[in-house]
């Protein structure tokens, strides 16, 4: 059998074993920078494979080491999943639900991380069959800023030896299971938090005209800020705005002193996202003055633009194609939820694709960040193959 047939057959062989380890970390979910059970299940996993380590990277990090057949001067081809739950309550009745009151693995890091291990071990296999090193990066705190990755990049992780490329996959419940999803360029938009708080004087609801209302102003502000993507941007670069939490200290007969605002800016142009803070910040600023009051503002810059290296991803779909056939692979279109991997894109040439798990007879059709979401395991039958075909593929391109 050529390699692409071996990895295939050894990962039907070895897919029981990956569907244990994914249930075993949904059962035991863990929150950003909190992920010891989870990490000390990854060591254990590649100390049984033979495959070398670092820990406590970025806290809970672990970098495994896959060295090939080389003289040392070859490339190193990173790998990369992330282990952090998100603090959601379960909803899911199965087996394997989380054991952990408010915490759940509904984002699919349970199935990154089992995945890259069942991938690890599949090439750890098959390093004869490559020169350089492959990199197994195991991150902590993907949903959370600033993001695992980030701290990992300032700890050294693309570093001794230097990382050549980035492959990275993720789940997604929009793509039937058994098909594959990829984008070449910018994929994933940049993610910045907004918190304001408006001030006014408070007082008696049926005296407005004593007091400054920080309610209306809230609420010009608010619409206003709308024209920073529909007026002040760029119609041609996807951009959003959008506002989740107005909480205002007031009742139905009283005027509040202050209202807290919280919201998220998004966008596909790292140029434009500098100019759009200003902008909001400025909007924020002279309507709550024009009207009497005033407002503390603070922008949390978050992810990056998320950008797949376009040799990379020309030369990935070629692979992929060859995998798990063109008919199952289709065109991702721009979405603009933001990603962590997007902090080693800004660093090395990358490619983050997408593994559907969508199963519309078994009722696994709830979107990320839900208590309901669920993946259709049979997903892991193709990730860890091909997560180590791409990375095979890669060393000897």
Not at 95 to 108: E, I, L, R, V
Not at 288 to 308: E, Q, R, W
Not at 320 to 343: K, R
Request: aromatic share 6%.
């Amino acid at each position: 059998m050529n390699v692409q047939e071996t990895l295939k057959q050894r990962a039907e062989e070895i897919f029981p074993d990956v569907i244990q380890l994914r249930r075993t970390i949904h059962q035991n979910p863990e929150l950003a920078f909190e992920e010891h059970e989870t990490s000390a299940l990854v060591k254990s996993e590649l100390e049984k494979w033979g495959i070398e380590y670092e820990e406590n990277v970025a806290k809970t990090g672990v970098v495994g080491y896959v060295q090939g057949q080389g003289s040392g001067e070859d490339k190193v081809i990173a790998l990369r999943a992330d282990m952090d739950a998100l603090p959601i309550h379960e909803a899911n009745e199965v087996d394997y639900k989380s054991k952990n009151a408010g915490k759940m693995h509904a984002c699919g890091h349970d199935v990154h991380t089992s995945s890259l291990l069942g991938a690890a071990r599949l090439l750890q296999e098959q390093r004869a069959h490559f020169p350089g090193t492959i990199k197994l990066i195991f991150q902590p705190s993907e949903e959370k800023l600033p993001g695992g990755a980030s701290v990992m990049i300032e700890e050294g992780v693309l570093a001794n030896p230097n990382v050549t490329s980035i492959i990275g996959q993720h789940v997604m419940p929009y793509i039937d299971v058994g098909r594959i999803g990829m984008r070449k360029g910018i994929y994933m938009a940049s993610a910045d938090e907004i918190y304001f708080t408006v001030k006014g004087q408070g007082g008696h609801a049926a005296q407005p005209q004593n007091f400054i209302d920080p309610v209306i102003i809230t609420a010009h502000i608010i619409t206003q800020l709308q024209t920073v993507v529909s007026r002040m941007a760029d119609p041609r670069i996807p951009s959003v705005i959008s506002f989740g939490k107005v909480h205002a200290h007031g009742a139905t007969n009283v005027i509040p002193n202050e209202v807290a605002v919280e919201g998220t800016y998004r966008t596909m142009n790292e140029g434009q996202r500098d100019k759009a803070h200003a902008m909001i910040a400025d909007i924020i600023h002279h309507t709550a003055k024009s009207m009497g009051g005033s407002a503390d503002i603070n922008i949390v810059k978050g992810y990056p633009v998320l950008t797949n290296d376009e040799e990379l991803g020309s030369r990935a779909r070629e692979w992929v194609d060859s995998y798990v056939g063109p008919e199952n692979v289709e065109n991702l279109d721009l979405w603009l939820a933001a990603e962590d991997f997007a902090w080693y894109t800004q660093e090395v040439p990358g490619c983050f694709y997408r593994l559907g798990t969508r199963n519309v007879s078994k009722g696994i059709v709830h979107g990320l960040h839900t208590p309901q979401f669920n993946v259709d395991e049979d997903a892991l039958r193709l990730s860890t193959g091909l997560m180590a075909w791409l990375a095979i593929q890669e060393q000897n391109a």
